[in-house]
């Protein structure tokens, strides 16, 4: 495994965490009630500290003198390796929540792997996000069978909802030669292997939420090799702007 | 479900360490149990607060009314022999 193949295997985890963690804060202050607020925030928060952990080992693997900060705030749309799913914009709530709780299955069942690591750091990261992600996986899919079983308005945004989303999923789970190779040497698990657990996960998910599982639906990708939808240059943009305009900036 | 939006009140008890009283940490709003018992964590034990967490519908709680407080808790206080102060405490005796 080259040093290189796991800079981006770090990238890849850790830039779905920060552009996860920035879309839900935009529900910050717009909760629709304090409590929720408050859950979605505090889930925010969690993924902001695992995106910190996994960037800050990102950039001392890639040895350049880089920090997690340089990482987030300095590179462009091209050069983050995020799914398209966690960039797509939140909708109104059944939206983000049946996102969150798709991607929260997917980070569950991959931090599962990842705390088997044979890298001691990885393993470590992994096993203390994984308490915070089976609450969020908690959380999320609550809501979800709330909705399915709640008015003919919560099933009916839902069901948009699905039809929204559904056709990024499959990026969560694009692997490379790169993931093949941080597999091969125990590291990490190549994220198409996730795929089958992920699949029954949310099909018993959907079943409880009266939902289908939409089968050959085509599948947009692209995000684990910086190609992005036009929504994540609207994000960094406002995420960036401050250390960009004012790089030595302190607060 | 009450006109309000945010759904029916839960009164939230939060217990510190284990083997500790319960204590009454303030109230949430939800639709469900499940709800309720996420809600309160959320807001009540977001800092290591807590170890464990009960939550209680509202309007299950049952308590005194001003008026009682003559007929409640008065009476004990000229009964000198109710209260055990005859007693020479051990040296070392704490949370007593």
């Given at each position: 495994?080259?040093?290189?193949?796991?800079?981006?295997?770090?990238?890849?985890?850790?830039?779905?965490?920060?552009?996860?963690?920035?879309?839900?804060?935009?529900?910050?202050?717009?909760?629709?009630?304090?409590?929720?607020?408050?859950?979605?925030?505090n889930?925010?928060?969690?993924?902001?500290?695992?995106?910190?952990?996994?960037?800050?080992?990102?950039?001392?693997?890639?040895?350049?003198?880089?920090?997690?900060?340089?990482?987030?705030?300095?590179?462009?749309?091209?050069?983050?390796?995020?799914?398209?799913?966690?960039?797509?914009?939140?909708?109104?709530?059944?939206?983000?929540?049946?996102?969150?709780?798709?991607?929260?299955?997917?980070?569950?069942?991959?931090?599962?792997?990842?705390?088997?690591?044979?890298?001691?750091?990885?393993?470590?990261?992994?096993?203390?996000?994984?308490?915070?992600?089976?609450y969020?996986?908690?959380?999320?899919?609550?809501?979800?069978?709330?909705?399915?079983?709640?008015?003919?308005?919560?099933?009916?945004?839902?069901?948009?909802?699905?039809?929204?989303?559904?056709?990024?999923?499959?990026?969560?789970?694009?692997?490379?030669?790169?993931?093949?190779?941080?597999?091969?040497?125990?590291?990490?698990?190549?994220?198409?292997?996730?795929?089958?657990?992920?699949?029954?996960?949310?099909?018993?998910?959907?079943?409880?939420?009266?939902?289908?599982?939409?089968?050959?639906?085509?599948?947009?990708?692209?995000?684990?090799?910086?190609?992005?939808?036009?929504?994540?240059?609207?994000?960094?943009?406002?995420?960036?702007?401050?250390?960009?305009?004012?790089?030595?900036?302190?607060? | 479900?009450?006109?309000?939006?945010?759904?029916?009140?839960?009164?939230v008890f939060v217990q510190k360490?284990?083997?500790?009283?319960?204590?009454?940490a303030?109230?949430?709003?939800?639709?469900?149990?499940?709800?309720?018992l996420q809600n309160a964590r959320d807001v009540y034990s977001r800092r290591n607060e807590a170890t464990a967490i009960?939550?209680?519908?509202?309007?299950?709680?049952?308590?005194?009314?001003?008026?009682?407080?003559?007929?409640?808790?008065?009476?004990?206080?000229?009964?000198?022999?109710?209260?055990?102060?005859?007693?020479?405490?051990?040296?070392?005796?704490?949370?007593?």
């Amino acid at each position: 495994m080259t040093n290189l193949a796991l800079f981006r295997y770090l990238l890849k985890i850790g830039d779905d965490l920060l552009i996860n963690a920035q879309r839900l804060c935009e529900w910050t202050g717009h909760g629709p009630f304090l409590e929720e607020d408050l859950a979605l925030t505090n889930i925010a928060l969690d993924l902001f500290g695992q995106a910190n952990a996994f960037l800050e080992y990102a950039a001392k693997v890639e040895g350049k003198g880089r920090d997690q900060d340089a990482l987030a705030f300095h590179r462009n749309d091209t050069q983050f390796l995020n799914a398209k799913l966690v960039e797509i914009p939140n909708g109104d709530y059944a939206q983000t929540i049946l996102k969150q709780a798709l991607i929260d299955s997917f980070r569950y069942l991959l931090y599962q792997e990842l705390v088997k690591s044979s890298d001691q750091t990885i393993a470590g990261i992994a096993s203390k996000g994984v308490k915070e992600v089976t609450y969020h996986r908690r959380h999320t899919h609550q809501w979800v069978i709330r909705f399915g079983n709640g008015t003919n308005e919560s099933m009916e945004r839902l069901n948009n909802a699905l039809g929204n989303l559904w056709k990024y999923t499959g990026d969560l789970f694009e692997s490379d030669e790169d993931d093949a190779m941080v597999e091969k040497s125990g590291v990490g698990v190549a994220f198409h292997k996730i795929f089958p657990a992920w699949e029954e996960e949310i099909k018993n998910l959907f079943s409880k939420s009266n939902l289908r599982y939409p089968e050959n639906v085509w599948m947009i990708k692209g995000g684990r090799k910086g190609v992005h939808t036009e929504y994540l240059s609207y994000l960094l943009n406002e995420m960036q702007m401050l250390p960009r305009m004012y790089p030595d900036a302190k607060w | 479900m009450s006109n309000d939006s945010q759904g029916p009140l839960w009164e939230v008890f939060v217990q510190k360490k284990p083997g500790q009283p319960f204590i009454h940490a303030g109230n949430v709003h939800a639709f469900d149990k499940e709800m309720a018992l996420q809600n309160a964590r959320d807001v009540y034990s977001r800092r290591n607060e807590a170890t464990a967490i009960w939550v209680v519908p509202s309007d299950q709680i049952v308590a005194s009314t001003p008026e009682d407080v003559g007929s409640f808790f008065d009476p004990s206080n000229d009964k000198i022999f109710r209260h055990p102060t005859f007693y020479q405490i051990p040296d070392g005796v704490k949370n007593l």
